[in-house]
């Protein structure tokens, strides 16, 4: 394998990361900044398997199948939130849900 | 052509289409447009595990995230009928340059960190299903494994919960 | 001319994908033609004799109708999505196919003219032997839920879009059952290998996992045809149920495309059931050498399986489906799981 990836694969997940961490602050529609949550934890994903990689360790594919499992799960109670709070007031912007501001 | 060579051009590609599908995911404003554009970027991030030595993680990315997350968001944004997310006009620029600043902040401490750091290879590097799995069922290992399948019920449980109508009266 | 060696195995790769690509494409027209001539005579009818001897043109002829047909969109549908659902279908079918061996190692005879880097060369007749082979299989059918997905939103119709979701639903169901029984082969076979575990099943006809693994074979065969989405499973397509589903508002190549995703599809079930369950290219007598014939035959028989099922049983409905699909076969498919750990266990101890 090219040694050079290794060191690439790590910044090309900073990149995924830091994309994901403005789409969080920029989008309004909360199933899209949930979308970005989820390519910020495969930013994550990429980076532990660089490190596995790179250090030859395999606990990083281990992390990274509980990243996924947790991910999963996440998903599917996150998503079911978003499904009755969008009965209740039938819109999905992030600025609407603002009842517990003082 | 050398295997290095070839693998580097194969990195290139998945890493541009990786990047370029995340900015259209940020950038789109219809949301199904974004989940199409997050899905084609997971599996460039498969394709990028393969690369680096992990085939079973590539497999079950795919598996997972790509095949059964992302599903579920395409049912969830299918079934709402949700529409595209409206622009307000001139509303909030300042609040959007203060955003983009903030990740590029982040983007650079951490990359100068990166950049200063020593990546070596390890040379022999086995990461078939075989090696992960009798990691995984070690002793430490073996107990967040059953933890994880509790969560999992428990996560199974509470979505019903949560999504179910309430039965009217 | 001397290549490097991933130039080489470029070289072969390619060779044989176009092999496997056209030999594909020759089997699919043939099957559209087989399978209405099949149901015909399970339906005492003739079905299509006219074009050419015995009808055989028929494929032909259909091509060439289709190549020719105007191509409508519907107002109002999503241009972009529209266009790529199909194709999308299609990729992912035959992304399947890399995986699928039909045969073990050739080597290629001296004959003098050849390169010197061909001489000789053992060449597996598999395009990828991939260390992950049914994993990937798993994954490449997940991924085909979004062709059927895609292609139900994007043409605005809500009867399309209540289709398309019904479809994928019953295809991330019985997904879920299908890798189920495809577990109990890897744990006998000890390897995620797609010629690992043809291999275990070499020898006597009794070994062939259909037969070892009988309740795996059964679910794989229901979860199977549900995925491909044939009768009895094909309600969310049927041409009298919801107006055809997710592929009403497609004419001409766009629906060509998309009945071509689905044949490569029984094509790569059938070719799985042939290796997976029936030991590939085995022949069940230990005398008899191995050989790529066998396994063709195999998977045809697989084949007329589907048809003569199309042509006999009448199809489930919606509910009945995701019933059986989640209360039967995910338990059964669990159950033999129990089963066939405890005994490779015992067989180790």
């Known amino acids: ?85 969008h009965r209740h007031k039938d819109t999905l912007d992030v600025d609407a849900f603002n009842i517990m501001k003082w | 052509m050398s295997l290095p060579l070839f693998h580097a051009i194969l990195f290139y590609m998945f890493a541009a289409v990786a990047v370029g599908a995340a900015l259209a995911m940020v950038v789109q404003r219809n949301p199904t447009y974004s989940a199409f554009a997050l899905i084609v970027s997971l599996v460039s991030l498969a394709g990028i595990f393969g690369l680096l030595g ?116 | 001319m001397s290549l490097s060696p991933v130039q080489q195995e470029l070289a072969i790769s390619t060779v044989k994908v176009l092999v496997i690509f056209g030999a594909l494409m020759t089997l699919f027209s043939l099957m559209t033609y087989v399978e209405r001539r099949l149901l015909a005579f399970m339906q005492f009818r003739l079905g299509p004799n006219r074009t050419g001897p015995f009808g055989l043109l028929q494929p032909v002829a259909d091509g060439i109708k289709l190549f020719f047909k105007e191509e409508v969109t519907p107002a109002g549908a999503n241009k972009v999505l529209f266009v790529a659902a199909p194709a999308l279908a299609v990729v992912t079918a035959f992304m399947a196919v890399a995986v699928v061996p039909y045969g073990g190692t050739v080597s290629l005879p001296h004959w003098g003219w050849m390169p010197d880097w061909l001489e000789g060369r053992r060449i597996a007749l598999q395009i990828s032997d991939l260390d992950v082979g049914v994993l990937y299989l798993f994954a490449l059918s997940s991924l085909g839920v979004y062709g059927i997905v895609m292609a139900g939103w994007a043409a605005n119709n809500k009867y399309t879009l209540i289709g398309g979701l019904r479809s994928s639903a019953q295809m991330f169901s019985y997904e879920l059952a299908l890798g189920l029984s495809f577990v109990s082969l890897i744990l006998v076979a000890g390897s995620f290998r797609i010629h690992d575990i043809v291999d275990s099943q070499k020898g006597w006809i009794w070994q062939w996992n259909a037969i070892r693994q009988l309740p795996a074979f059964a679910v794989f065969l229901v979860a199977a045809t549900a995925e491909v989405n044939r009768t009895p499973f094909d309600l969310p397509e049927a041409e009298t149920e919801l107006v055809a589903g997710f592929h009403t508002e497609y004419s001409s190549m766009r629906f060509a495309l998309l009945q071509m995703a689905e044949y490569i599809n029984m094509i790569t079930a059938s070719a799985m059931g042939a290796n997976l369950f029936f030991g590939g290219w085995h022949f069940g007598i230990p005398g008899v050498p191995d050989s790529p014939l066998w396994f063709i035959g195999k998977m045809l028989a697989f084949l007329f399986f589907f048809i003569w099922l199309r042509g006999t049983v009448p199809r489930f409905r919606y509910d009945q489906l995701m019933h059986f699909g989640w209360k039967v076969l995910v338990p059964v498919a669990m159950a033999w799981i129990f089963v066939a750990a405890a005994l490779v266990l015992w067989r180790h101890s």
């Open chain 2, 54 to 169: 992990s085939p079973f993680i590539a497999a079950l990315q795919i598996v997972v995230y790509a095949g059964a997350i992302m599903v579920l968001f395409l049912f969830v944004l299918m079934l709402l009928n949700v529409k595209e997310e409206l622009r307000v006009a001139g509303e909030g620029r300042v609040s959007k340059l203060v955003a983009i600043a903030l990740g590029a902040v982040l983007a650079g401490e951490v990359g100068s960190v990166l950049v200063a750091v020593r990546t070596p290879v390890a040379a022999a590097f086995d990461a078939s299903a075989r090696a992960v799995a009798l990691l995984l069922f070690e002793k430490h290992y073996l107990y967040v494994f059953e933890a994880t399948s509790i969560l999992i019920l428990a996560s199974l449980v509470g979505a019903i919960a949560l999504a179910k109508r309430d039965p009217s009266p």
């Open chain 1, 1 to 85: 394998m090219n040694p050079l990836i290794v060191p690439h694969a790590l910044l090309l997940s900073l990149a995924l990361f830091a994309i994901g961490v403005v789409g969080v602050f920029l989008r309004r529609n909360i199933i899209t900044v949930f979308m970005c949550v989820e390519l910020m934890l495969n930013a994550v994903n990429l980076a532990f398997i660089a490190f596995s990689r790179s250090w030859g360790n395999l606990d990083g594919q281990v992390l990274v199948f509980f990243v996924l499992t947790v991910a999963a799960a996440e998903a599917a109670v996150g998503l079911a939130i978003i499904i009755s709070i």
